[in-house]
């Protein structure tokens, strides 16, 4: 079953941009999250839904920028200056309550930085 569900992946050069959609419904939290071969996943950024703390990552500190659209009950992880390295699968994930873990995954977009 798909709780989540992500868009926006793709291949695109070094030094472009891309950006992730996640559309979810009923979440106190939605992070972004991504796996690379021989590494743990590794946690991107996560925003509330209501209110206004983010949270980013070291690799997306100055670079990536998570945000959101209440109408459109999506969650944005918008990506600039793009490096091979940033090449992964990129998941989103949810929180139901501000004390639980992450209870919902998506199943994944692919993104690509070619050199």
């Known amino acids: 079953q798909v709780q989540l569900v992500e868009s926006g992946g793709g291949l695109v050069q070094a030094g472009g941009s891309l950006r992730l959609s996640c559309t979810a419904s009923?979440?106190?939290?939605m992070g972004w999250f991504r796996q690379v071969p021989g590494k743990e996943r590794e946690f991107v950024a996560a925003?509330?839904?209501?209110?206004?703390?983010?949270y980013h990552g070291e690799s997306a500190k100055g670079r990536f920028t998570i945000s959101k659209d209440h109408a459109k009950n999506t969650v944005y992880l918008t990506m600039n200056a793009l490096k091979p390295d940033d090449t992964a699968v990129y998941y989103c994930?949810?929180?139901?309550?501000?004390?639980?873990?992450?209870?919902?995954w998506g199943q994944g977009t692919q993104v690509t930085v070619s050199s």
């Open positions: 994930a949810t929180k139901k309550s501000q004390t639980t873990t992450w209870d919902d």
């Open positions: 009923d979440f106190f939290e």
């Open positions: 925003i509330r839904w209501r209110g206004s703390p983010k």
